[in-house]
């Protein structure tokens, strides 16, 4: 089973059949059940692009600043 070492979470096909598995198991409206995790899956997307967006922005700063005092004054 392929699991993420950091946050220990399923990933990949594994994850996919797992899904499949609860889905096939529910009985309620499964295209409700999809849509509904496919809005989560999106909502998670966005917040994690948003995080790295700031993370990489905050680091090239930080390596722009670094470049700019390292160089030699004339």
């Known amino acids: 089973m392929k699991k993420d070492p950091k946050t220990k ?3 990949g096909k594994e994850l996919m059949d ?3 598995q609860k889905i ?3 009985d ?10 496919l809005d989560e899956v999106k909502r998670n ?5 948003t995080h790295y967006a700031k993370s ?3 680091m090239r700063s ?11 004054c004339e």
């Open 56 to 58: 990489d922005t905050f």
């Open 45 to 49: 997307l966005l917040l994690n692009i």
């Open 18 to 20: 797992l899904l499949t």
């Open 28 to 37: 309620g409206n499964k295209d409700k059940m999809i849509k509904s995790y």
């Open 62 to 72: 930080e390596t722009s600043d670094d470049t700019q005092e390292a160089q030699p």
């Open 9 to 11: 979470s399923l990933y």
């Open 24 to 26: 096939h198991k529910y």
